[in-house]
């Protein structure tokens, strides 16, 4: 079945070591998104990229960076977690970024920040 | 700027229906879209509805949608305890694409 696949599950990491979290899809869709969802509240965009055209968003902490290196793959870096890193990081595709265009959400992981 | 609003939780018996409501203040929006989430899970799109449109039916859901209020919501028919989850309302505006603007989550419990 095509979906949105993210690698692994769950992480836990020490405060301040860099940490990769990885997005795959296989439905070939053009933009890739990741939203940082902290506990009981909604999930809030970070970047997301349409094709190879990087978008930050404005609020975006320069501590997250993101790679594309091609259309299936995703990822996400953070270069120095702090405790207040620790949240379900969602990763997301839509065939373009035009209104109706569905997103589709992949299980998310959850990362822990000792 | 876009504001969403839910209420934070409801509970219902099973059988019975729910209504989780939803409120926006931009009038620009586009489409409007309810998602379900599982304890640890990603986000499950349930259904949408476009904006020019008053009422969708989907099998046990219903969305409702009062543009005049600036008001959405999604009814679930005959609960189940399997429906228990955090709803969000979310939708897109004008001139901002498919970007979600999401409410902050109605937790649902279904007691048996």
């Known amino acids: 079945d095509a979906m949105v696949i993210q690698n692994p599950r769950y992480q836990v990491t020490q405060f301040g070591k860099p940490v990769t979290l990885s997005c795959s899809q296989t439905l070939n869709h053009n933009v890739m998104y990741w939203y940082q969802q902290k506990s009981s509240q909604a999930p809030k965009l970070l970047f997301h990229y349409y094709d190879k055209d990087f978008n930050n968003e404005a609020d975006t902490p320069d501590n997250f960076q993101s790679r594309r290196p091609n259309t299936s793959f995703c990822f996400l870096d953070i270069r120095s977690p702090g405790l207040g890193d620790a949240a379900m990081y969602l990763c997301?595709?839509?065939?373009?970024?035009?209104?109706?265009?569905?997103?589709?959400f992949g299980p998310g992981t959850r990362l822990t920040v000792l | 700027g876009e504001d969403v609003e839910q209420s934070l939780f409801l509970s219902v018996r099973e059988g019975d229906s729910s209504v989780i409501n939803c409120t926006y203040t931009?009038?620009?929006?586009?489409?409007l879209y309810w998602y379900k989430q599982e304890p640890g899970a990603g986000l499950q799109l349930l259904t949408y509805?476009?904006?020019?449109?008053d009422m969708k039916q989907d099998q046990r859901l219903t969305v409702l949608l009062n543009k005049k209020d600036k008001h959405l919501s999604l009814r679930i028919a005959d609960t189940q305890t399997g429906d228990s989850a955090i709803y969000f309302c979310?939708?897109?505006?004008?001139?901002?694409?498919?970007?979600?603007?999401f409410g902050g989550g109605t937790r649902l419990m279904v007691k048996p």
């Open positions: 997301a595709t839509s065939r373009d970024k035009g209104a109706g265009n569905e997103q589709f």
């Open positions: 979310a939708e897109t505006f004008n001139n901002a694409g498919n970007m979600l603007t």
């Open positions: 931009d009038s620009s929006s586009t489409y």
């Open positions: 509805i476009f904006s020019n449109m």
